[in-house]
């Protein structure tokens, strides 16, 4: 098969075939269409994350067609469409896994990761991770919803029933929680870097209240925010701005340092807090409310061999909605 491989951090990937991948046991080997590429790709790219296996195949937003199975892997049936999220694997025992919190399982395992992903004409994934892609979606449009759309769905549940909802950053995940939020009746109010008009007409396009530059105060103060610019600055910028009560989320892996700020900013129960990882329950109510509201997704197509321009076009923040590699296509 033919993949995109990361031999090393810092550098570009590189094109390879490779032998086909085998299911194990518990697991289906599916025939790629199409794979989100997402920041955190980036974040492993570029040394952010630490530990990935090497040589890795990225991508974690796997949409493809089940063409095979290991031993006890009948949850599928051959031809049926399939997505592979970021959570690959869990050890189901743990006091988190066991708890209902399998997002924080200790010995989890990360598909684009840990386990090759989906910069790949074929992958192999454990059945029980794996979920059915509603119909109506084509391939490349679903991607992005398997992580910028469900671990954005985790922050917007961790931030409550916040009416005045604040996004700082407007990319791949934020363009799909703006539908969702507008469609739940909240307020969104989005924040973007300093004359990014194109951005913030893109997010009022989308059913943004307001937009403006981070280092601006909005009309109102915030129930809540989520964060999904890799910024510290903007929780405190956030909190600034923010009514009391109010929960801000970081929805990314990673973020620089948090400036340290005065108590009476957090004051009031105002929450800074995270969110890591997905669980199954998570996955299975927001591909089920993204195909009621419906959301749309906007994504930029790259073929597999273009994977490094795609990692770029989210890194200089140019881009407009998510990333996405069409693998059937070419
Ligand atoms: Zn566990
Ligand atoms: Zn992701």
Not at 28 to 53: F, M
Not at 277 to 282: C, G, I
Request: net charge negative.
């Amino acid at each position: 098969m033919r993949a995109m491989v990361l031999e090393r951090q810092h550098e570009p990937l590189r094109a390879a075939e490779l032998p086909d991948p085998e299911p194990a046991q518990g697991q289906v080997l599916i025939s790629v269409a199409a794979c989100g590429v997402c920041r955190t790709d980036l974040h492993i790219v570029d040394g952010d994350l630490t530990e990935p296996k090497l040589p890795l195949i990225l991508g974690h937003q796997i949409v493809g067609t089940v063409v095979g199975a290991g031993e006890e892997a009948g949850r599928f049936a051959t031809g049926d469409r399939v997505g592979v999220p970021w959570l690959g694997w869990t050890c189901g025992e743990c006091r988190y896994c066991t708890g209902g919190r399998e997002n924080l399982c200790d010995r989890a395992r990360f598909t684009g990761y840990d386990i090759d992903g989906g910069y790949a004409e074929l992958a192999v994934a454990d059945q029980r991770y794996c979920f059915p892609i509603p119909d109506g979606y084509p391939d490349e449009q679903a991607a992005p919803l398997l992580c910028a759309g469900l671990i954005g769905y985790r922050a917007l549940r961790l931030v409550g029933d916040a009416e005045r909802i604040g996004f700082y950053g407007f990319g791949a995940s934020a363009h799909i929680l703006c539908q969702v939020a507008v469609d739940q009746g909240r307020r969104v109010f989005v924040f973007t870097k300093e004359g990014d008009a194109e951005g913030q007409e893109f997010a009022r396009s989308l059913g943004a209240e307001w937009t403006g530059a981070s280092t601006e105060a909005p009309p109102e103060e915030l129930d809540g925010a989520i964060v999904f610019a890799p910024a510290g600055p903007l929780m405190t910028a956030a909190l600034r701005v923010s009514a009391k009560g109010a929960r801000i989320i970081s929805a990314g892996i990673h973020m620089s340092d948090i400036p340290s700020f005065p108590y009476e900013i957090l004051w009031g129960e105002r929450v800074l807090g995270s969110v890591a990882n997905l669980t199954r329950r998570d996955g299975e109510e927001f591909l089920e409310l993204a195909s009621q509201v419906p959301v749309r997704t906007e994504v930029e197509v790259h073929p597999l061999a273009g994977a490094d321009d795609a990692l770029d076009s989210i890194r200089s923040g140019r881009l407009r909605g998510a990333a996405v590699l069409d693998i059937a296509g070419g």
